[in-house]
Nanobody, 121 residues
Framework: QVQLVESGGGLVQPGGSLRLSCAASGSIRSIYAMGWYRQAPGKQRELVAVMASGGTTNYAHSVKGRFTISGDTAKNTVYLQMNSLKPEDTAVYYC???????????????WGQGTLVTVSS
């Protein structure tokens, strides 16, 4: 069993910053990539940023230059530094690991429970 636990969400004013954290635990052999998705009310879940084990990163166009993903898949952690936040960034943010190799030889996609980010004055 593998779990992702997020933290760091909250209420912030437009232009402010927040840092989200995600830690994976459980029967993990290795993790290839970790990333962040978000889902705003009434909208589909969308990719925000992803980081592969080699350090390659990819961002949604709407967050490029404002958000930075970092961490270490070997240490099963990923962070999302969010700067210059806008009201349209308001959403529940989910940590995701699309391919977790377990100690029992299986492969899982794992999601965190989500953390709410609200950008409002």
């Amino acid at each position: 069993q593998v779990q992702l636990v997020e933290s760091g969400g909250g209420l912030v004013q437009p232009g402010g910053s927040l840092r989200l954290s995600c830690a994976a635990s459980g029967s993990i052999r290795s993790i290839y990539a970790m990333g962040w998705y978000r889902q705003a009310p009434g909208k589909q879940r969308e990719l925000v940023a992803v980081m592969a084990s080699g350090g390659t990163t990819n961002y949604a166009h709407s967050v490029k230059g404002r958000f930075t993903i970092s961490g270490d898949t070997a240490k099963n952690t990923v962070y999302l530094q969010m700067n210059s936040l806008k009201p349209e960034d308001t959403a529940v943010y989910y940590c995701n690991a699309p391919s977790v190799l377990t100690t029992t030889g299986g492969s899982l996609e794992v999601w965190g429970q989500g953390t709410l980010v609200t950008v409002s004055s």
